[in-house]
């Protein structure tokens, strides 16, 4: 079993929809990132949280410590929303952050 | 401010032949770090810096080879390429390594690198 878990792996929504991306963790973390994949590959952090919920435009993140999972939230999605969203997560004392392999959205019209 | 650079955007080699990825950052930041990604997988570490003048091995060291020329630079060598090394790597940089928990951990990824070994 992959220490970070994504779902769902595709997602498709029209314009206009809430969409919820989640990830589950099964080790005790010290900090969750989530990241956005552009279609032509660059990267981009979007959060970085260790507890509660953080919010940046329409995007919203949550984490649930005891629960061991995470939400991505986008409110009145857009096309130019269609992306890759990456979870990561930094567990414990590690020097390093484990990636789940993304969740491939699209927004259509 | 250019962020995170990499140079060559795309690469083919065949088997056997060398090559040097390299990375830059003008944002001043400490550390530095080298990832792959393959289809269907996640991230992978390969090598990271967490200072200038430090460098350290990741998940999937072997083959390859890091020099941290100096805060700003720091580059990837393949010394005889693999297809297996096939992949897309991404340079990134963080303020504060994360391997200490800050609020400075965020990382900044560079444009990527897609490498194909014959």
């Known amino acids: 079993k992959n220490e970070v878990e994504q779902s769902p792996q595709n997602l498709t929504a029209q314009e206009g929809e809430f969409i919820t991306i989640n990830c589950s963790y099964s080790v005790g973390i010290s900090a969750l990132h989530w990241l956005q994949q552009h279609p032509g590959g660059g990267i981009v952090s979007l959060f970085m949280?260790?507890?509660g919920k953080k919010k940046h435009g329409r995007l919203i993140a949550t984490i649930n410590i005891q629960e061991k999972h995470s939400s991505l939230h986008i409110t009145a999605s857009h096309p130019r929303d269609s992306a890759v969203y990456i979870c990561?997560?930094?567990?414990?004392?590690?020097?390093?952050?484990?990636f789940g392999t993304g969740t491939r959205l699209q927004v259509t019209l | 401010n250019a962020g995170v650079t990499q140079t060559p955007k795309f690469q083919v080699l065949k088997t056997g032949q060398s090559m040097t990825l390299q990375c830059a950052q003008d944002?001043?930041?400490?550390?530095m770090y080298w990832y792959r990604q393959d289809p269907g997988m996640g991230l992978r570490l390969i090598y990271y810096s967490a200072s200038e003048g430090t460098t350290d091995k990741g998940e999937v060291p072997n083959g390859y080879n890091v020099s941290r020329l100096n805060k700003r630079e720091f580059s990837l060598r393949l010394e005889s390429a693999a297809p297996s090394q096939t992949s897309v790597y991404f340079c990134?940089?963080?303020?504060?390594?994360?391997?200490?928990?800050?609020?400075?951990?965020?990382?900044?990824f560079g444009p990527g690198t897609r490498l194909t070994v014959l």
């Open positions: 944002m001043n930041h400490n550390s």
């Open positions: 990134a940089s963080s303020e504060a390594w994360i391997g200490i928990l800050s609020s400075y951990n965020e990382q900044f």
């Open positions: 949280l260790s507890s």
């Open positions: 990561a997560v930094r567990a414990g004392t590690a020097s390093k952050l484990t």
